[in-house]
């Protein structure tokens, strides 16, 4: 294929946007969407190749695949290197061990599989996962694995043409599509090659279409640039709106690829030096920025503003010039740099990257290196252990009967219970969830047959929300009117924004203190004024004058492992508290009198 910059400049107008989505910079909310943009030009680009090399007699899976490493695994190497080198020093242990996971998984083509896998409720947030954005080389990666024999046996194997393989091409694309859009799962839609199998195939249907005769159209080149950047300064929300921003960047591309050639304005304007160096260097600064803001997040005790991430994302742009001239460009050049050469280099950086991710993962983040940050025991597991709790009935064995209610945060309670060694004072049951529920008939037996409801969830983790409020309050009504004994509400909890920055602080553990989130402390208040003396406050047991909350407690070990959910340590430290303020929560001699006192 012949060259040409404005696919350059197309490449630059794709990456740019990414960093600044993620670095959280205003107007750039679908700035994400360069991904999609990627997608479109690597199809195009990959298919072309392939094309022309069918044509011409010379293809060669060997050579094909030679090139494809060439071009993605020594800078891709090199940023896991350098990233697993700086991360013993930015992540605590658990952090670690994930990360480990991560760089055997980004080395093995499949992090958008393991991203899928371990994504939900647990999962970290992606601004803290230095190699999140390998996802989507995954996809690419996979794609390379079947679309080259694919496009050999239909183009040279049995000799369909162009037309008919185009044909061939369109229905997989439209099948991909359909299935994209019929998904409910979106974290699969985003992440998986079968729902982004359509984009690459549209850059592949575009290089199998006859050239354009006319020297470009630029009403179709510029209609092509104003879809992409639409979708990235007026994305939508809504998962079905989301779907049309993806389309729109997707044939936005697939406009421009296809009638910009450099010969009208639009197409010279894609073409300018500085947007065709950028382009030359995206798939560099692409893998180099979401280390580097991640450790900054990682660093902060409380969420950077968007302008010192940017600086980060921008200190992309000299790494990535560098890792181009010296690393790509080395070593794409088999003149320069031989295949003996280029595989032994890759198979060391390869096999090194694979030990160290292993080692992180086997070592649980080398936790005995630092074992005053490690959270001991395996902190999900220990909080999801108290599912056991969850029956349809209560026991009627004698003892008090009592009934949690909740989240995650609910299980928080329960394990603050067995820590303090009451929980087998009381008959306890476990409901899963609140109110709204598939089996009202099971919650309202529960309810009647209690003689004390504790209800608590994780309210304003994702900041303060007037309706979730309202939706607390409606549940809880409907609690005390179903409830056959007293009912309170357990307040909310957070210990601060990121734990792992304490790796970087100079205070002892037992001097860290740290600002909770506003949106917890928000609704702290918010349900304070509503519930009165039905609310038993965790924040308040907690919190200093100064609204300050500690990280450790006081033997030094952390309170959460997550800033929300408690670690053994934890619940032992908060458990002490609760129960010398709210006894009742802990004496099975409990009385009304005894918790309206409390």
């Known amino acids: 294929m012949k060259f040409r910059p404005d696919i350059n400049g197309l490449r630059a107008?794709?990456?740019?946007?990414?960093?600044?989505?993620?670095?959280?910079?205003?107007?750039?909310?679908?700035g994400y969407l360069g991904v999609d943009v990627f997608f479109v030009i690597s199809g195009f680009l990959i298919t072309g190749i392939l094309a022309a090399d069918i044509q011409e007699g010379i293809y060669s899976p060997a050579r094909f695949y030679e090139k494809r490493l060439r071009r993605i695994m020594p800078v891709m190497l090199l940023v896991a290197l350098c990233t697993s080198a700086l991360s013993f020093f930015f992540m605590v242990p658990y952090s670690l061990k994930n990360y480990g996971q991560s760089l055997v998984a980004t080395m093995l083509s499949a992090n958008n599989v393991l991203l899928y896998l371990t994504s939900g409720y647990w999962s970290l947030a992606a601004e803290f996962k230095p190699l999140y954005h390998t996802w989507s080389l995954a996809v690419e990666e996979q794609y390379y694995l079947v679309a080259p024999a694919l496009i050999y046996l239909l183009l040279f194997r049995l000799r369909l043409g162009k037309r008919s393989t185009l044909g061939v091409l369109l229905g997989l694309l439209g099948l991909s599509l359909w299935y994209s859009i019929s998904l409910y799962n979106a974290e699969f839609r985003f992440l998986m090659i079968f729902s982004r199998a359509w984009e690459l195939l549209l850059g592949a249907v575009l290089a199998l279409l006859p050239e354009e005769k006319k020297n470009g159209r630029a009403g179709w080149t510029a209609l092509g640039l104003v879809a992409i950047l639409a979708a990235y300064v007026l994305p939508s929300g809504t998962e079905a709106a989301s779907l049309v921003s993806q389309l729109a960047a997707a044939l936005g591309a697939a406009l421009v690829i296809r009638y910009s050639n450099g010969s009208h304005a639009v197409g010279q304007l894609l073409s300018i030096r500085p947007l065709a160096f950028?382009?030359?260097?995206?798939?560099?600064?692409?893998?180099?920025?979401?280390?580097?803001?991640?450790?900054?997040?990682?660093?902060?005790?409380?969420a950077p503003h968007y302008l010192k991430l940017l600086a980060a994302a921008l200190l992309a742009i000299p790494l990535a010039y560098l890792s181009w001239r010296y690393v790509e460009n080395t070593l794409r050049n088999p003149a320069r740099f031989s295949s003996r050469k280029f595989y032994a280099v890759t198979g060391i950086g390869l096999t090194l990257n694979l030990a160290l991710g292993v080692l992180f993962y086997k070592t649980y983040g080398l936790q005995q290196l630092a074992p005053q940050f490690s959270y001991g025991v395996n902190p999900q597991a220990y909080v999801d252990a108290p599912r056991a709790f969850v029956r349809a009935e209560f026991r009627n064995d004698g003892r008090k009967k009592l009934l949690v209610m909740g989240s995650s945060f609910a299980r928080d309670y329960i394990n603050i219970l067995q820590e303090e060694k009451s929980a087998e004072a009381f008959d306890l049951v476990y409901w899963e969830g609140e109110c709204r529920t598939s089996s009202p008939e099971k919650l309202a037996s529960l309810l009647k047959h209690s003689d004390l409801v504790v209800y608590t969830s994780n309210w304003g983790q994702a900041g303060f929300q007037a309706a979730e409020i309202a939706g607390v309050e409606s549940c809880f009504k409907h609690i005390q009117a179903l409830a056959g004994g007293e009912a309170y509400v357990l307040g909310v909890k957070n210990f601060g924004w990121n734990n792992d920055f304490v790796k970087v602080s100079l205070r002892p553990p037992e001097a860290i203190k740290t600002q909770p989130l506003e949106g917890v402390i928000r609704s702290e208040q918010a349900m304070r004024g509503l519930f009165g003396s039905k609310y038993l406050s965790i924040m308040d047991l907690v919190m200093d004058p100064n609204g300050l909350v500690p990280v450790f407690t006081d033997s030094g070990r952390f309170i959460t492992y997550d800033t929300n959910h408690l670690t053994q340590a934890g619940a032992q430290f908060i458990g002490q508290r609760l129960f010398a303020r709210h006894g009742f929560l802990l004496d099975k001699s409990w009385t009304s009198q005894t918790a309206s006192g409390g």
């Open 13 to 30: 107008i794709a990456v740019l946007p990414v960093l600044f989505f993620h670095a959280g910079v205003p107007w750039f909310s679908g």
């Open 278 to 302: 950028m382009g030359l260097i995206s798939y560099s600064a692409y893998l180099w920025h979401q280390p580097l803001l991640a450790f900054v997040r990682l660093s902060s005790e409380q």
